[in-house]
T-cell receptor
Framework: NAGVTQTPKFRILKIGQSMTLQCTQD?????MYWYRQDPGMGLKLIYY???????DKGEVPNGYNVSRSTTEDFPLRLELAAPSQTSVYFC????????????FGPGTRLTVL | AQSVTQLGSHVSVSEGALVLLRCNYS??????LFWYVQYPNQGLQLLLK??????LVKGINGFEAEFKKSETSFHLTKPSAHMSDAAEYFC????????????FGTGTSLTVIP
C-alpha cells in the first residue's frame, strides 16, 4: 500500500492564482482531512470528509474548497491565492470514528508570492 | 478556545536522560487523546493514543503517556532518550461534542544532546 499520497510536493504561486492540491489514499478509509501547518501554530483543520459526497468545514476553511467524489480522492482547491495561504498542507485519512489513528501524507509546501 | 496546550515549544535533553513532554487539554466531555511525531520533511506518525480503559498507554519506540483526568493532562515520557528521538511532537485531542474534528497542540521540538 502506498498509504496517503499528495501532489505536488512543492509549489510557488503568484497572488490571485488558483491551484488544486491532490490527495489520494489506498486504504479504503472513509474519513479524510486537510490540515495546514504554520510554524509555531501546530496543525489546523481546514476541511474534512466522512465519505464520498460529504464534506464539512474545519477550523480555518476560508479561502479553500474541497470535493469528495470518490472514497480515494480528496482534492483541496485554492481559488485566489493569498500570501496568508503560504503554509505546508497535509492530507490525512482514517477509519470512521474519533478514536482512530489518522494516517498522514508527506505534505505539500506552498508559497504564495 | 484552545483545546490542547503543549508547554514548552523546545525541549533539550541529554542522550540517555528522561524525556518529558507536557500536554494539557480542555474538554467538558471525555476526550480521545493522541501523541504524534513528525520527523523533518515528513508527515505525522502516531506514537500512541488513549481512548478508554487503562490510563497508562504504551506506544512505539519506548514512549508512554498517562491520562490524568483530574489534571486534564496527557504527558509523554520516555525513560532514556536516544538520538533518533529528535523530532517534533504533537499532542492532539478529538472531542466527541464537536463533530468529527481534531485539535492539535502547537508542538514541542525535542533536541537530544550527545
Amino acid at each position: 500500500n502506498a498509504g496517503v499520497t499528495q501532489t505536488p510536493k512543492f509549489r510557488i504561486l503568484k497572488i490571485g492564482q488558483s491551484m488544486t492540491l491532490q490527495c489520494t489514499q489506498d486504504m479504503n478509509h472513509n474519513y479524510m482531512y486537510w490540515y495546514r501547518q504554520d510554524p509555531g501554530m501546530g496543525l489546523k483543520l481546514i476541511y474534512y470528509s466522512v465519505g464520498a459526497g460529504i464534506t464539512d468545514k474545519g477550523e480555518v476553511p476560508n479561502g479553500y474548497n474541497v470535493s469528495r467524489s470518490t472514497t480515494e480522492d480528496f482534492p483541496l482547491r485554492l481559488e485566489l491565492a493569498a500570501p496568508s495561504q503560504t503554509s505546508v498542507y497535509f492530507c490525512a485519512s482514517s477509519l470512521p470514528g474519533l478514536d482512530n489513528e489518522q494516517f498522514f501524507g508527506p505534505g505539500t509546501r506552498l508559497t504564495v508570492l | 478556545a484552545q483545546s490542547v496546550t503543549q508547554l514548552g515549544s523546545h525541549v533539550s535533553v541529554s542522550e540517555g536522560a528522561l524525556v518529558l513532554l507536557r500536554c494539557n487539554y480542555s474538554s467538558s466531555v471525555p476526550p480521545y487523546l493522541f501523541w504524534y511525531v513528525q520527523y523533518p520533511n515528513q508527515g505525522l506518525q502516531l506514537l500512541l493514543k488513549y481512548t478508554t480503559g487503562a490510563t497508562l498507554v504504551k506506544g512505539i519506540n519506548g514512549f508512554e503517556a498517562e491520562f490524568k483526568k483530574s489534571e486534564t493532562s496527557f504527558h509523554l515520557t520516555k525513560p532514556s532518550a536516544h538520538m533518533s528521538d529528535a523530532a517534533e511532537y504533537f499532542c492532539a485531542v478529538s472531542l466527541t461534542n464537536t463533530g468529527n474534528q481534531f485539535y492539535f497542540g502547537t508542538g514541542t521540538s525535542l533536541t537530544v544532546i550527545p
